[in-house]
């Protein structure tokens, strides 16, 4: 429902992917008008906004027609480029328009050292870490200070599994990545959750509770979230607790996707913040009153948050294109289809079908969390046999 004491605005989006699709999606609800700067107004996600901008994120011409065109920018990736920052930071500064979440929470967490780095200052719990700049005496201390094996990720731009990988002992430092690079210990027995943080420019505060993340093995994608997650009211309370503090400490407007370790000892770490909407917030569409997209909006446009509280069980699937799907060149329209045992199916519109990219989502409601996994495993086996039928 719009809020009728808030004045329509226009959002600006920067990146054209799923997530800046859903955002256009949720905004109409809103009253919210969106220009999404896009490098192809023919993709799905600018088809779904009001109005696009056809170019690079860097095109300074480009950026200055955003600016000039939106009351509020936002992102739906971090990894912005830095002359665009400091255009936006120019045009923020003379008061021609607001980006949010704050600028200085983007260049932080945009880059892995970086953002480890203020995690330690702001004694946010996070696992040990160096930061090395590819020397081989600096890896070999590194491996002695971390211990085998520990994770190496790239500073910029690796996601979905990309720019991370496992160094198991002192005979695989020859595979390490050149250059800056971030090294981590590895968590060992431990389980992924996630919190949602939502902050509003007035300080209003809510979240959507923590969620159970499983990732795809070889790629280290994100497979499955559910929800309610399966730990204990005082781990609940501690994941919420350390969220809160860093989204706090950033300043953040908007959500922010709050990914951590849950250690075999029930300590909850860091791992790292996402300062958009977030993959392990899709279920809440169609489990929560309010959905993480329409709470980003609410937050940017400078509206009073809606509910986040979990009103089902859920759980999601991500559709990953496997070998299988590849090879069937598997593609569909973007839009939603009924699936079986109560399930939604996203599809995204994504061409082609490169390995392990996103095409879409199963989100699925039931009794509990777990029969809400089984219905979206089954009906991804079911989408997998219709595309080897085809």
């Given at each position: ?15 054209d ?6 955002l ?16 192809d ?8 906004a ?5 170019a ?18 936002t ?5 912005i ?10 045009a923020?500064t ?9 600028l ?11 953002q480890?780095?203020w995690?330690?200052?702001?004694k946010?719990?996070t696992?040990?870490f ?5 020397d ?6 590194a ?5 085998y094996?520990f ?12 720019g ?34 939502v ?20 790629y280290?994608?994100l497979d ?15 994941a919420?607790t ?11 407007v ?20 996402a300062?958009?909407?977030h ?14 997209f ?32 590849k ?6 329209q ?14 995204y ?7 392990m990219?996103?095409?879409g989502?199963?989100t699925?409601?039931a ?24």
């Open positions: 429902m719009t809020d009728e004491s808030v004045q329509t605005k226009t959002v600006g989006i920067i990146g992917g799923q997530l800046g699709m859903l256009c999606e949720a905004a109409p609800g809103l009253d919210i008008a969106t220009v999404m700067l896009t490098g107004r023919n993709c799905a996600a600018a088809q779904k009001t109005s696009a901008i056809e690079a994120m860097d095109n300074a011409q480009a950026v200055a027609e955003l600016i000039e065109r939106c009351d509020v920018i992102y739906e990736r971090e990894d480029p830095e002359a665009t920052v400091a255009q936006l930071r120019a923020e003379t008061g021609l328009v607001s980006c949010l979440p704050p200085s929470a983007i260049e932080i967490l945009q880059d892995k050292a970086k480890k780095i995690l330690a200052e702001n946010l719990a696992l040990p160096v930061i090395t700049d590819g081989t005496d600096q890896l070999k201390n491996g002695e200070t971390l211990g094996p994770v190496q990720k790239a500073l910029r731009g690796g996601f979905d599994g990309r991370v990988q496992l160094i198991r002992s002192v005979d695989e430092l020859q595979k390490a990545w050149p250059g800056s690079t971030m090294l981590e210990q590895f968590a060992g027995d431990f389980k992924e959750i996630a919190v949602l943080v902050r509003g420019s007035n300080g209003e505060t809510t979240h959507f509770g923590p969620v159970d993340m499983t990732f795809e093995t070889d280290s994608v499955t979230v559910s929800a309610p997650a399966n730990i204990s009211a005082e781990v609940e309370t501690a919420t350390l969220a809160y503090r860093a989204v706090e400490a950033l300043n953040g908007g959500v922010f996707g709050v990914e951590m370790f849950l250690l075999s000892d029930d300590r909850v770490l860091i791992n790292e913040i300062p958009r909407v993959n392990s917030g899709h279920y809440s569409i169609e489990a929560c009153a309010s959905s993480q329409e709470q980003h909006l609410r937050a940017v446009a400078g509206m009073p948050l809606g509910d986040s509280s979990l009103q089902t069980p859920v759980a999601m699937r991500n559709l990953l294109c496997t070998p299988a799907l090879e069937q060149g598997i593609h569909r973007s839009g939603t289809e009924d699936g079986t045992d109560s399930a939604i199916v996203y599809w519109g994504k061409s082609p079908a490169r390995l990219r996103k095409l989502h199963v699925a409601v009794a509990s969390a777990q029969d809400a996994l089984a219905a979206t495993h089954s009906n991804w086996n079911r989408i997998q046999e219709e595309a080897r039928s085809a």
